[in-house]
C-alpha cells in the first residue's frame, strides 16, 4: 500500500531558526515528490515539485531534498519568519493512469517571535 | 481575484439534504479535482477530470457525483448527504504536463447536522 508518513506532526521554533521537515514514503513507482504549504483556512499552495533525478530544488528561503534510493524527502527552513507558520504536506505521485497522488499528514509549524 | 474560487466557502446543512459545491478556474487548465480533507488526516481524492468529457472515481467516491460542466468549472454534489461527509472540500486544478494538482482552492468548510 502506497503510503507517505510525515514527522514531525507539529513544531515550534523561534523566528530566525532553521528547521526541518521530513517526509518518508513507499509509494511506487516513483514519479514526483511536492511539498505544499497550506495556511489556516487556504488551500495548500505548491512550493517545489522534484522528480526521480533531482536531489535538491529551493524557493526562496525553502529548500527540498530527495533521496530516491531511500525514498526520504526533507524541507529544510531556513531564518523562519511569522508568516512561515502553516501546515506543510508532503505528496508523492506514482507513476499510473492519472498520476495518483498520496498525501502526508502534514507537519504543522508555529513560528513565534 | 483568486485562480481558483470555490462556492459557498462554508455551509451548515441536515442529514439528508442534496448539497452542490462549486469550483470555477481562470488559470485555463485542463485538468481539475475535488479533494476532502479530515483532522489529521492527507487530503483524499474524490473525483478528477482530464477534460470536459472526461470524469473518473477517486479513492473516495461513494456518495459524491460530479459535473464538468465546462473547461473552467467543476462541481460536486452530495445527493443525501450524511454527518459523516462533514470535512474540508477543495478543487484543485493542474495542465497537462505537471504530475499532480497545482492550483487549489480556499476549500468549503461543509458541516452535517
Known amino acids: 500500500k502506497n503510503q507517505v508518513e510525515q514527522s514531525p506532526q507539529s513544531l515550534i521554533i523561534l523566528e530566525g531558526k532553521n528547521c526541518t521537515l521530513q517526509?518518508?514514503?513507499?509509494?511506487?513507482?516513483?514519479?514526483?515528490l511536492r511539498w505544499y504549504k497550506q495556511d489556516t483556512g487556504r488551500g495548500p499552495v505548491s512550493l517545489t515539485i522534484?522528480?526521480?533525478?533531482?536531489n535538491t530544488k529551493s524557493n526562496g528561503r525553502y529548500t527540498a531534498t530527495l533521496d530516491a534510493d531511500t525514498k526520504q524527502s526533507s524541507l529544510h527552513i531556513t531564518a523562519s519568519q511569522l508568516s512561515d507558520s502553516a501546515s506543510y504536506i508532503c505528496?508523492?505521485?506514482?507513476?499510473?493512469?492519472?498520476?495518483?497522488?498520496?498525501f502526508g499528514g502534514g507537519t504543522r509549524v508555529l513560528v513565534k517571535p | 481575484d483568486a485562480d481558483v474560487t470555490q462556492t459557498p466557502r462554508n455551509r451548515i446543512t441536515k442529514t439528508g439534504k442534496r448539497i452542490m459545491l462549486e469550483c470555477s478556474q481562470t488559470?485555463?487548465?485542463?485538468?481539475m479535482y475535488w479533494y476532502r480533507q479530515d483532522p489529521g488526516l492527507g487530503l483524499r481524492l474524490i473525483y478528477y477530470?482530464?477534460?470536459?468529457?472526461?470524469?473518473n472515481k477517486g479513492e473516495i467516491s461513494d456518495g459524491y457525483s460530479v459535473s464538468r460542466q465546462a473547461q473552467a468549472k467543476f462541481s460536486l454534489s452530495l445527493e443525501s448527504a450524511i454527518p459523516n461527509q462533514t470535512a474540508l472540500y477543495f478543487c484543485?486544478?493542474?495542465?497537462?504536463?505537471?504530475?499532480?494538482?497545482?492550483?487549489f482552492g480556499d476549500g468549503t468548510r461543509l458541516s452535517i447536522l
Open positions: 484543485a486544478t493542474s495542465d497537462s504536463w505537471t504530475g499532480g494538482p497545482q492550483h
Open positions: 517526509c518518508n514514503y513507499t509509494v511506487s513507482p516513483f514519479s514526483n
Open positions: 522534484m522528480t526521480f533525478s533531482e
Open positions: 505528496v508523492v505521485s506514482a507513476q499510473a493512469a492519472g498520476n495518483k497522488l498520496t
Open positions: 488559470k485555463g487548465h485542463d485538468r
Open positions: 477530470s482530464f477534460d470536459v468529457k472526461d470524469i
